[in-house]
């Protein structure tokens, strides 16, 4: 059974810091695709960024140079670091795997992120 459980997120001032963190179990990060999505309120769910199996990170275009995805082996875990947050950053924050081999995806259950001004 595949379980990945978000940390790290709160309440933090604009131009501050965060890094959350996704733990997994029965699944092996570092085969497969990570990444994390996250919903504003109000708002669809949208892609944050990904490390692929081979260290290949992406990132949409308006957290590129702010947020850096990272992945531990050694502890299955990814991280997103986040820094210079944005007001607009806040939303919840959801980690993902997508197994290679079936291209099914797994989801964690989210955690707070909130920015004031």
């Known amino acids: 059974q595949v379980q990945l459980v978000e940390s790290g997120g709160g309440l933090v001032q604009a131009g501050g810091s965060l890094r959350l963190s996704c733990a997994a179990s029965?699944?092996?990060?570092?085969?497969?695709?990570v990444g994390w999505y996250r919903q504003a309120p109000g708002k669809e769910r949208e892609w944050v960024a990904e490390i692929t199996s081979d260290d290949k990170t992406n990132y949409v275009d308006f957290v590129k140079g702010r947020f850096t995805i990272s992945r531990d082996n050694a502890k299955n875990t990814v991280y997103l670091q986040m820094n210079s947050l944005k007001v607009e950053d806040t939303g919840v924050y959801y980690c993902?795997?997508?197994?290679?081999?079936?291209?099914?995806?797994?989801w964690g259950q989210g955690i707070q992120v909130t920015v004031s001004s």
């Open positions: 029965g699944i092996i990060f570092s085969i497969n695709a």
């Open positions: 993902y795997v997508t197994r290679i081999l079936n291209l099914r995806t797994y």
